[in-house]
């Protein structure tokens, strides 16, 4: 069945077919030749459950507030304030890449959406200041990644939906790790460009009144991630509640700064559908696959297969990291989260280590699966913003910052503190 299942999974992928399609497929091969019962019988069911949690409802609404920020230009006003207070320093508007994608990402919790925003943005800005292409686009690719640590999530929240972990808790243990990453990205920037001037393109000069005078577009990222996070340590709203929240705050601001239209909402809704439907198929035909593989006994025999080698925690997790390395490089990371953490994860907990702090380890994980070729999947956003040249170039500026998320994994592993630190004081 193992090989049965990865086999296919490959094949599907490689001839292109939408992760949903190869998903649903793979279950579909399981449930025909490997379970006596018609299990294809229970997709109604399966499609109606997984759809309709509470928690589900927080995923279009987060996709929402990251489209209403970006098709109402707060986005791009956001990007030259950062700009102005990080171009400084060697590596200029790269460091704007990632400041900026880190402050989108604490709004809208979406990769993709962060991706998208920040790199249509700043793409402009590469040709203009002659900057070295695949550094500037690899740093576009891989700060989107921060759109699924840095809270609010929408992973973190399929994760805690899988594992039964508490939200809250997967919420203030993203934070640290995630500034943590930004701030590593930075610094491998920096170092990057000291050893090799020429990548950092032309100096970016801002003059202090320039600086002061933006400093008001901080307010909208910081306002919104006050909304969201703290309505919920208040105790005022859950975490879909919070998210509906954060597209009213989104709504208010762009009506304040005199951005609000009806064809701009109508827009974002749209775009919102389209990203939500494409989602949801995923988690439909994933969990149609769990479903399939629990029916017939594959969960419970990968579990008792790996168990059975009685690798000690640190063994144990080091053969996770490689797994969903290799595996993050073919799949999507929402796929790959609701398809993989059911059979994982309870080896995981089994092996002692801590559900809040393995979400936030999943998280890194699938982050470098999605500037990973060949399916990275940001690598094809930012290609699909660029509409030219090779996404060779931009798989190539991205490896620095797969380096930097291993360095992030093994700082989690010997200091798991870094995650539960916040968690552990405030609840």
Not at 149 to 164: E, K, Q
Not at 201 to 221: A, K, M, S
């Amino acid at each position: 069945m193992i090989a049965f299942a990865v086999i296919a999974m490959v094949a599907l992928l490689g001839l292109g077919l939408p992760i949903a399609v190869g998903l649903g497929l793979v279950g579909m091969g399981l449930s025909e030749f490997f379970s006596p019962m018609p299990l294809s019988r229970a997709i109604g069911e399966v499609a109606w459950t997984s759809s309709t949690g509470f928690l589900m409802v927080s995923i279009p609404l987060f996709v929402l507030l990251g489209e209403i920020l970006l098709r109402s230009g707060i986005a791009d006003r956001m990007y030259a304030a950062v700009a102005a207070w990080l171009s400084w320093l060697p590596g200029g508007l790269m460091h704007a890449n990632i400041g900026s994608s880190a402050l989108f990402a604490s709004m809208c919790g979406s990769s993709v959406a962060t991706a998208a925003t920040v790199g249509t943005t700043a793409m402009p800005q590469m040709g203009k200041y002659g900057y070295n292409p695949p550094l500037f686009l690899g740093s576009l690719a891989a700060g989107g990644t921060l759109g699924i640590l840095i809270p609010p999530s929408i992973n973190l929240i399929v994760y805690g939906l899988i594992t039964n972990t508490s939200i809250p808790r997967l919420y203030l243990a993203g934070i640290v790790p995630g500034v943590l990453m930004a701030l590593i990205f930075i610094l491998f920037i920096v170092i990057a460009c000291v050893l090799r001037p020429g990548l950092g393109g032309d100096p970016v000069r801002t003059i202090w009144p320039e600086r002061l005078r933006l400093l008001g577009e901080f307010i909208p990222p910081i306002f919104i991630f006050l909304v969201i996070i703290g309505s919920i340590y208040l105790g005022w709203a859950t975490a879909t509640e919070s998210a509906a929240l954060g597209v009213v705050a989104a709504v208010l601001l762009t009506i304040l700064r005199g951005r609000f239209s009806v064809a701009m909402l109508m827009t974002a809704v749209e775009n919102t559908m389209k990203t939500t439907a494409m989602i949801m198929l995923i988690v439909i035909a994933a969990f149609f696959l769990n479903f399939v593989m629990t029916a017939t006994g594959l969960t419970s025999n990968v579990v008792r297969m790996v168990t059975a080698y009685d690798l000690p925690p640190f063994g144990l997790m080091l053969a996770v990291i490689i797994f969903y390395l290799i595996l993050g490089a073919f799949m999507d990371e929402m796929a790959m989260m609701i398809s993989t953490i059911p059979v994982i994860a309870p080896v995981v907990f089994a092996a002692g280590f801590d559900g809040v702090w393995f979400g936030i380890m999943a998280v890194v994980l699938m982050q470098a699966g999605m500037i990973l070729p060949p399916v990275g999947i940001n690598l094809f956003v930012i290609q699909g913003v660029r509409r030219k040249g090779r996404i060779g170039e931009i798989a190539w500026g991205a490896t620095p910052f797969v380096v930097a998320m291993i360095l992030i994994m093994g700082l989690l592993m010997a200091f798991p503190q870094i995650a539960l630190f916040l968690p552990d004081t405030l609840n």
